[in-house]
């Protein structure tokens, strides 16, 4: 890859008063594969709004695999302190209708972005503005702005673009405030327990002074999972057996695989067996299964045709299939995965490319709904975008009445684990919806930090270390707390279980390859078995009841008279249902 191999300098207008423009004067660069891949002009700006006389003009010869290795870039040379507020505006415009990534993000790996959005650009001039705030900081020439072209070919214009320092966002120090030990514990007894009270009482329906009462968790009625894509069934090996046995003692949830071009890799030839098996399995064994996912442009079955028209009823009918095969049996679906970055070279991605992604989410939605009409299912929408496009995307499904059931946000930290901070700040941008939100897709590392491309084949010699396995668990004890003492998390779930066959290579599981546990393994155990678990003995008072307060979930229990005479019964206490009055009689 060649960089850079052609220089302009634009002054583009100033930023707003208030705001200082941390582009001005500074250099432009194109970045691309090969020298005829891509060029750079100053163009006139004919019919631009708001003055700009000048733009500069990108012009994609040769599509780039990934995309982002053409963009139009430029260093941010000041410092830039955290918790600054950051804000990009460009006006832009494509007569090919080019979609364009405009990020803020570091500028060596792992490439951490402060903000970023994706139009598809029109041919008409529109101006475009994204905010962030910076977390941590980052020292001269840290951060740059760029426009990733690379999709497809074609001409992109783009014009007054600045990037405005907003000074402190007052939101971080809430965030500050809201990661303090004090504050999540104070969270978690509010919004995680309740008064769970037991009335024990005789055949008469009197009261039963002095009864021992044995309160006794069984199940949280949050979702604490993984992925469960290894899972085989009719395999007793010594390690598949670890495998299944570490997982369950651990998880009562379990993300299984739907992936189209795996499932149904010829036409008309669905794996249902494997998946039947893989689901029942779980039911069996106390595990929520989930199915993920059900549209997604990555995966694409060969077969399956790029034309949009020719591609929708096959989706509408997969949709339907897999939501009425599993109804009573699988209730969590993540319906559509990733629409804010389609591939325009599939099917689906063409669809977004052409009609938008809330009319692709929105109309998938629908047909899940429709299929699942009258069960209780969960359908949510994964992105691993938090910024303001999936937060727009967002805000169009709502404008138009078809919001998910849930949000599904990814949280993959192969690169450098997000500041406590940021984890709070994105759970508050998306808390807006008044929606739960499941955190779909979670991994911390237990090895050396690596810039790995996803698209690639997965890294090799990327191993766990005794110092990656000692961050990892004292982060991951730290991330989960914080999720679990917001109100809107309703599920956390982990990506992968092992390092064997981890994505990317990656040493991303809570297990070694050999399924020994590492510490966040046993950490996590610490946490969702122990301290946020509920196990209390006692006697009635002398209104025969016993009064503890306790974690949501499902329950074992027990009251014993003087006499010895024993009763059993189980309660299932949802997640925010209030105070539970449960009658024991003896």
């Known amino acids: 890859m060649t960089r850079p191999l052609l220089f302009l300098s634009l002054l583009f207008a ?77 006006w832009g415009r494509s ?12 500028n060596s790996a792992p490439y951490n972005s402060v903000t970023e959005q994706t139009p598809i650009l029109t041919p008409d001039w529109k101006e475009y503005t994204i905010t962030g705030t910076v977390s941590p900081a980052y020292g001269p020439n ?55 009270t037991v009335l024990v009482r005789d055949k008469n329906g009197r009261p039963v002074p002095g009864a021992r009462v044995h309160v006794a968790q069984t199940r949280h009625a949050f979702l604490f999972g993984c992925n469960f894509f290894a899972l085989n069934p009719a395999d007793n090996s010594p390690l598949e057996t670890a495998y299944r046995d570490e997982f369950t003692a651990l998880f ?52 399956a045709p790029t034309d949009p028209d020719a591609s929708i009823p096959l989706l509408h009918q997969r949709v339907t299939d897999l939501v009425t095969h599993y109804q009573g049996v699988i209730h969590y679906w993540d319906v559509v995965n990733e629409a804010n970055s389609p591939d325009p070279k599939t099917g689906e991605g063409a669809w977004i490319k052409r009609d938008g992604a809330a009319t692709v989410v929105g109309t998938a939605l629908d047909w899940a709904r429709a299929a699942g009409r009258g069960a209780d299912d969960t359908f949510l929408y994964n992105d691993y975008n938090t910024g303001p496009q999936n937060v727009a995307l967002l805000t169009q499904l709502q404008k138009r009445g078809k919001l998910p059931d849930a949000i599904g946000l990814q949280s993959h930290m192969h690169g450098g684990v997000w500041p406590l901070t940021k984890v709070w700040q994105t759970c508050q ?28 084949p997965a890294a090799t010699n990327w191993n766990t270390t005794p110092e990656g396995e000692a961050a990892q668990a004292d982060y991951v004890a730290q991330f989960y707390t914080l999720l679990f003492s917001h109100p809107s998390v309703r599920a956390i779930t982990w990506w992968d279980f092992s390092d064997l066959n981890a994505w990317q290579g990656a040493p991303a599981g809570l297990v070694r390859k050999d399924m020994t546990p590492k510490p966040a393994y046993t950490r996590l155990m610490q946490l969702i078995h122990h301290d946020w678990w509920t196990d209390s003995q006692g006697r009635a008072d ?21 006499h010895g005479h024993t009763v059993t019964q189980t309660v299932s206490w949802p997640e925010a249902s209030g105070p539970r009055q449960v009658t024991v009689t003896l």
């Not at 594969?33 to 010869?61: F, K, N, Q, S, Y």
């Not at 007569?95 to 570091?106: G, H, I, L, Q, Y």
């Not at 783009?158 to 000074?167: H, K, M, Q, S």
Request: net charge neutral; proline share 8%; glycine share 10%.
């Open 14 to 90: 100033l930023g707003p008063s208030y705001g200082a423009d941390l582009l001005a004067g500074q250099a432009w660069y194109l970045q691309k594969p090969a020298e005829g891949d891509a060029t750079l002009a100053t163009v006139p700006a004919e019919g631009a709004p708001g003055g700009h006389r000048t733009a500069l003009r990108i012009t994609v010869v040769k599509p780039s695999d990934p995309f982002y290795q053409i963009l139009l870039g430029q260093t941010v040379a000041p410092a830039v302190p955290e918790n600054t507020r950051l804000r990009l505006r460009f």
């Open 95 to 106: 007569p090919t209708r080019s979609p364009v990534r405009a990020v803020v993000e570091e």
């Open 142 to 196: 840290g951060l740059g702005v760029k426009f990733q072209v690379g999709q497809q070919a074609g001409v992109v214009e783009l014009a007054g673009i600045t990037l405005e320092d907003l000074g402190p966002d007052p939101a971080y120090l809430a965030a500050q405030a809201a990661v303090a030990p004090a504050a999540e514990q104070s969270r978690i007894r509010r919004c995680r327990m309740n008064d769970l």
């Open 252 to 303: 009562n949830y379990a993300t299984l695989p739907f992936y189209w071009g795996a499932f149904e890799s010829r036409q008309g030839r669905p794996d249902y067996a494997r998946l039947d098996a893989m689901a029942q399995w779980s039911v069996a064994h106390g595990v929520t299964p989930k199915g993920h996912p059900l549209v997604w442009h990555e995966v694409w079955p060969r077969w």
């Open 429 to 456: 941008t998306f808390a807006q919806f008044g929606l739960p939100i499941h955190f779909t897709e979670t991994t911390v590392i237990s090895g050396p930090r690596r810039a790995h491309d996803v698209s690639g």
């Open 542 to 562: 002398h209104l025969g009841r016993y009064q503890v307060h306790a974690f949501y979930g499902d329950y074992k229990i027990t009251a014993t008279d003087s």
